[in-house]
C-alpha cells in the first residue's frame, strides 16, 4: 500500500506501521531510525533479511486496516513537523536509556478537543502514587486547580490516586481560558479506559483536554508500556511535581525521566510516618528535587531567570521590618519585661543618651515603646507579641 494512494506521505505512513509493529521506546529500533531514518527504518524491518525481533509483526500489519480502526477511534496520528507535535519531545533524543526505554516517539495518537502542542507548551507533570492517602489526593487536587487558575495545564497518567486527583484538579476549573487544562498520558489505546473506572474521567479529559498514547488504538497497557509513557509525562511538560510515592514506585521513574530531560524536578513533603512520603522526602534530602507546597513555589521554579515571582508569596513588611539600624539597636536593647531608664539603656545599646532618646521617641511614635513615666520605657504589647 503505497502513501500516495491514502493520501499520506511515505514518512507518515512508514511512522504509523512502525508505531504499530514496535513497542514503544524500543532501544533497537530507536538507534535504527536515528541511523536510518523512519522509512529506511521501515524498510530494514520489512525485508527478508531482518533480523529484527518485530520482522513477523511487520509481515502481517495492514495499514489499510489499522487506518480505518484510528478513525473510527476518533483517534487522530501525530508526527513531527505537524502543527500539533510537541516539540519538546525532542529532549528525548539525547536522552541515555532508563529501565529499557528511550528515544523519541515516531508519532503519537490524540483523541480530545484540545491541540496536544497548545496543553503541553506551558504545562506541569504532577504524579504520586496510585494508592494516594486523603492527604495526597487533596494536595494535588488543591495544587492541580491552582496552576490551570494560572493558565498552567497539568499532565499526568490518569491511574486511581495522585493522577485522578490532579487531572479532576484541573478540571474543576470552570473559568479557564480555553479547553486545553489537561492532557492525560496512556499505557494504552486512546480509545481504551485504563483503569476501567475512570470511564467518566476519560470523556471529561477528551472533552477540556486531550488523551495520549504512542500505542494504537486497541492496544492493552503492560509494565513496559508504563514505563515508556513516562518519558513522554516528563518530556511533555515544563516541570514534573511529585505529590505522593513509596520507595519502589513508578512516578519515581517519571523523575528520572524528567531530571534526563533537563526540567525541574518538585517535590510535596510528607508526613515522616507515612511509607508514601518516603520518595518525595527522600528526592528533597538528597537535592534531587526542589520542596514545592504551593502555586508560589512551583511559578518561582518555572519563571525565566531574573523574575522572582516568589515576591508577592513573601509576608508584607512590618513596622520593625523598616526600622533604622540604629533604632533596631534600640529597641533590641530594651528589656523584655519592665522599664528602664535613658542611662542604663545607653550602656546596653552602646550609645550616648541624647541619641537614645531620640530613637525612643521615633520607636514611640511607631507604638513599638512607650515612656511609663518620666525617664523610663517599656516596650508595648505591640512588640512583646513578635518576640514571642
Same mark, same amino acid.
Given at each position: 500500500?503505497?502513501? %500516495?494512494?491514502?493520501?499520506?506521505? +511515505?514518512?507518515?505512513?512508514?511512522?504509523?506501521?512502525?508505531?504499530? $509493529?514496535?513497542?514503544?521506546?524500543?532501544?533497537?529500533?530507536?538507534?535504527?531510525?536515528?541511523?536510518?531514518?523512519?522509512?529506511?527504518?521501515?524498510?530494514?524491518?520489512?525485508?527478508?533479511?531482518?533480523?529484527?525481533?518485530?520482522?513477523?509483526?511487520?509481515? !502481517?500489519?495492514?495499514?489499510?486496516?489499522?487506518?480505518?480502526?484510528?478513525?473510527?477511534? &476518533?483517534?487522530?496520528?501525530?508526527?513531527?513537523?505537524?502543527?500539533?507535535?510537541?516539540?519538546?519531545?525532542?529532549?528525548?533524543?539525547?536522552?541515555? %536509556?532508563?529501565?529499557?526505554?528511550? &528515544?523519541? %516517539?515516531?508519532?503519537?495518537?490524540?483523541?480530545?478537543?484540545?491541540?496536544?502542542?497548545?496543553?503541553?507548551?506551558?504545562?506541569?507533570?504532577?504524579?504520586?502514587?496510585?494508592?494516594?492517602?486523603?492527604?495526597?489526593?487533596?494536595?494535588?487536587?488543591?495544587?492541580?486547580?491552582?496552576? !490551570?487558575?494560572?493558565?498552567?495545564?497539568?499532565?499526568?497518567?490518569?491511574?486511581?490516586?495522585?493522577?485522578?486527583?490532579?487531572?479532576?484538579?484541573?478540571?474543576?476549573?470552570?473559568?479557564?481560558?480555553?479547553?486545553? $487544562?489537561?492532557?492525560?498520558?496512556?499505557?494504552?489505546?486512546?480509545?481504551?479506559?485504563?483503569?476501567?473506572?475512570?470511564?467518566?474521567?476519560?470523556?471529561?479529559?477528551?472533552?477540556?483536554?486531550?488523551?495520549?498514547?504512542?500505542?494504537?488504538?486497541?492496544?492493552?497497557?503492560?509494565?513496559?508500556?508504563?514505563?515508556?509513557? /513516562?518519558?513522554?509525562?516528563?518530556?511533555?511538560?515544563?516541570?514534573?511535581?511529585?505529590?505522593?510515592?513509596?520507595?519502589?514506585?513508578?512516578?519515581? /521513574?517519571?523523575?528520572?525521566?524528567?531530571?534526563?530531560?533537563?526540567?525541574?524536578?518538585?517535590?510535596?513533603?510528607? %508526613?515522616?510516618?507515612?511509607?508514601?512520603? !518516603?520518595?518525595? /522526602?527522600?528526592?528533597?534530602?538528597?537535592?534531587?528535587?526542589?520542596?514545592?507546597?504551593?502555586?508560589?513555589?512551583?511559578?518561582?521554579?518555572?519563571?525565566?531567570? #531574573?523574575?522572582?515571582?516568589?515576591?508577592?508569596?513573601?509576608?508584607?513588611?512590618?513596622?520593625?521590618?523598616?526600622?533604622?539600624?540604629?533604632?533596631?539597636?534600640?529597641?533590641?536593647?530594651?528589656? #523584655?519585661?519592665?522599664?528602664?531608664?535613658?542611662?542604663?539603656?545607653?550602656?546596653?545599646? +552602646?550609645?550616648?543618651?541624647?541619641?537614645?532618646?531620640?530613637?525612643?521617641?521615633?520607636?514611640?511614635?511607631? #507604638?513599638?515603646?512607650?515612656?511609663?513615666? +518620666?525617664?523610663?520605657?517599656?516596650?508595648?504589647?505591640?512588640?512583646?507579641?513578635?518576640?514571642?
Amino acid at each position: 500500500m503505497s502513501g %500516495p494512494v491514502l493520501g499520506w506521505t +511515505a514518512e507518515r505512513l512508514a511512522r504509523f506501521s512502525l508505531a504499530h $509493529v514496535v513497542e514503544p521506546g524500543d532501544p533497537g529500533m530507536w538507534r535504527t531510525v536515528a541511523t536510518l531514518g523512519v522509512e529506511g527504518a521501515w524498510s530494514a524491518l520489512r525485508s527478508l533479511g531482518s533480523d529484527s525481533r518485530w520482522k513477523h509483526r511487520a509481515a !502481517v500489519f495492514d495499514p489499510e486496516t489499522a487506518i480505518r480502526l484510528t478513525e473510527r477511534s &476518533g483517534a487522530r496520528f501525530v508526527i513531527p513537523g505537524d502543527p500539533e507535535w510537541p516539540e519538546q519531545l525532542e529532549a528525548l533524543a539525547t536522552c541515555e %536509556p532508563v529501565q529499557e526505554r528511550m &528515544g523519541v %516517539p515516531v508519532g503519537l495518537w490524540v483523541r480530545g478537543a484540545a491541540r496536544l502542542a497548545d496543553v503541553a507548551r506551558a504545562s506541569v507533570a504532577v504524579v504520586g502514587s496510585r494508592a494516594a492517602t486523603t492527604y495526597g489526593e487533596h494536595v494535588a487536587l488543591d495544587l492541580a486547580h491552582a496552576l !490551570v487558575r494560572a493558565e498552567i495545564p497539568i499532565i499526568s497518567g490518569a491511574a486511581y490516586g495522585i493522577d485522578a486527583a490532579a487531572h479532576r484538579g484541573a478540571l474543576a476549573v470552570r473559568d479557564a481560558a480555553g479547553d486545553a $487544562v489537561t492532557a492525560a498520558v496512556l499505557a494504552c489505546g486512546v480509545d481504551q479506559v485504563y483503569p476501567s473506572g475512570h470511564a467518566a474521567l476519560f470523556e471529561a479529559i477528551a472533552a477540556r483536554g486531550v488523551l495520549v498514547s504512542e500505542l494504537p488504538p486497541g492496544e492493552h497497557p503492560t509494565r513496559l508500556r508504563f514505563l515508556s509513557r /513516562n518519558r513522554l509525562i516528563a518530556a511533555l511538560s515544563r516541570g514534573t511535581i511529585i505529590v505522593e510515592a513509596a520507595f519502589r514506585s513508578g512516578a519515581r /521513574n517519571t523523575v528520572t525521566w524528567a531530571s534526563a530531560c533537563g526540567r525541574p524536578v518538585m517535590a510535596v513533603p510528607g %508526613p515522616v510516618t507515612s511509607g508514601l512520603s !518516603v520518595t518525595p /522526602n527522600r528526592l528533597i534530602r538528597d537535592h534531587e528535587a526542589e520542596l514545592v507546597s504551593s502555586l508560589e513555589d512551583i511559578q518561582a521554579l518555572l519563571s525565566p531567570v #531574573g523574575q522572582d515571582t516568589l515576591v508577592g508569596h513573601q509576608e508584607p513588611a512590618t513596622t520593625v521590618d523598616l526600622l533604622g539600624e540604629t533604632e533596631l539597636i534600640v529597641l533590641e536593647a530594651m528589656p #523584655g519585661r519592665g522599664t528602664t531608664g535613658l542611662d542604663e539603656l545607653s550602656v546596653r545599646a +552602646a550609645l550616648p543618651v541624647p541619641r537614645c532618646l531620640a530613637e525612643l521617641e521615633s520607636l514611640g511614635a511607631k #507604638g513599638l515603646v512607650r515612656e511609663r513615666e +518620666a525617664g523610663n520605657w517599656q516596650l508595648t504589647h505591640r512588640h512583646l507579641d513578635r518576640r514571642r
